[in-house]
């Protein structure tokens, strides 16, 4: 089983920057995909980037190109979330996720809720204040 840890996030004013990370333990790292959602409150969970274990390019939302950057440690088993000039509209509870997948699934990803990810984190919340 694996698991997936959380940390970061927190709240900031619009145009800030916050980090996430993401740990794992029991980790089947090689050849999984591994991403980051989020769920507003009221809102359906989204897709927000999402990278492949195995050097495979990022895929982003298009509502955070070029704003958030996703990457990941293979000898720390983390991913990481990298998000700048924050707007209220990015507040959410954040989640990573994982699940084993080839480079092509993987790039598609995060087009739905992630209902095909099989494990995930705990949540972070981030909060962006106007």
């Known amino acids: 089983q694996v698991h997936l840890v959380q940390s970061g996030g927190g709240s900031v004013q619009a145009g800030g920057s916050l980090a996430l990370s993401c740990a794992a333990s029991a980790y089947p790292y090689s050849g999984s995909c591994m991403g980051w959602f989020r769920q507003a409150p009221g809102k359906p969970r989204e897709g927000v980037a999402a990278?492949?274990?195995?050097?495979?390019?990022?895929v982003y939302a298009d509502s955070v190109k070029g704003r958030f950057t996703i990457s990941r440690d293979n000898v720390k088993e983390t991913l990481y979330l990298s998000m700048s000039g924050l707007k209220p509209e990015d507040t959410a509870m954040y989640y990573c996720?994982?699940?084993?997948?080839?480079?092509?699934?993987?790039?598609?990803?995060?087009?739905?809720?992630?209902?095909?990810?099989?494990?995930w984190g705990q949540g972070t919340q981030v909060t962006v204040s106007s």
């Open positions: 996720a994982s699940v084993p997948s080839s480079l092509s699934w993987c790039s598609r990803s995060i087009e739905g809720a992630g209902d095909a990810f099989t494990n």
């Open positions: 990278i492949h274990s195995r050097d495979g390019g990022p």
